[in-house]
């Protein structure tokens, strides 16, 4: 059976004094019966201290990015085996403010991937296509493409250390909405991509998050979805009542 994971990603917000205080309010609201795994991605500098925190609780930790290469003259810049170091073992790679902002290719996100990988870390891929993309009738072109080229240069037996995170950005803070419906029928085609080239064992073994505005309103609803395994959460991951009651909806 599928994992069930819910991640959050806190973006560039939160302080060391802010975090700890999130961090606290999280223990105190999620639930601890749930079978669901619980991410959270602080920011750099409070991923140590996080780690510490959350040591004796059901929450992981990841980082937001880390950088291709193993060590170097690349100022501002932080390497798997740094975040391997403080106990970080999950990181988020592709995520659509990194490719729009940062200019992140799907060639150096294949080199990342396996940077990653060989420092077995659990890699949570990011990919998704902009409104243009769907108005024009090709986000799964554009799916399939950031699939291919960024990651189906992995073998087979590392996608155990994989987790799929679709973010339609054109319904990220645009006004347009995606609905439950259209969230699945995406799922559905990232699947069977998965299937074509790996096979049935790993397509329905591959966890594949939503990562499109879920709120707690509307969280049960793109969960009940068969091929939607959970979520990786922006803006309701700063609000622990709001987090934890999207957990809850798993």
Not at 58 to 67: L, P
Not at 181 to 197: D, S, Y
Not at 210 to 234: Q, R, T, W
């Given at each position: ?171 990220i803070g645009t006004g347009e ?74």
């Open positions: 059976m599928r994992q069930k994971i819910v991640a959050g990603n806190w973006k560039m917000y939160k302080n060391a004094e802010e975090t700890e205080d999130l961090l606290n309010d999280l223990i105190d609201k999620l639930p601890n019966d749930i079978e669901a795994q619980i991410i959270v991605a602080p920011t750099f500098i409070n991923l140590a201290s996080a780690v510490d925190h959350l040591e004796f609780t059901n929450i992981d930790v990841a980082a937001q990015n880390m950088h291709q290469s193993e060590s170097g003259a690349f100022t501002g810049e932080i390497s798997a085996d740094m975040l391997k170091s403080i106990g970080v073992n999950i990181v988020i790679l592709g995520h659509s403010e990194r490719r729009a902002h940062f200019h992140e290719t799907d060639a150096i996100l294949s080199f990342k991937v396996s940077t990653a990988l060989i420092h077995n870390m659990t890699v949570i891929f990011c990919f998704g296509e902009e409104l243009k993309d769907r108005q024009n009738n090709q986000h799964f072109n554009i799916v399939e493409n950031q699939l291919r080229d960024g990651l189906f240069h992995i073998d087979k037996n590392d996608w155990y250390q994989i987790v799929l995170a679709y973010e339609p950005v054109w319904a909405t995606a609905s439950p419906e259209q969230a699945q029928e995406m799922h559905e085609f990232i699947r069977e991509t998965v299937r074509k080239t790996y096979g049935s064992d790993v397509a329905e073994n591959v966890s594949i998050l939503y990562g499109g505005s879920v709120k707690p309103d509307n969280a049960k609803e793109i969960f009940s979805k068969p091929d939607v395994d959970g979520g990786l959460i922006g803006g309701a991951a700063l609000k622990a009542e709001d987090f934890a009651a999207i957990v809850s909806a798993i």
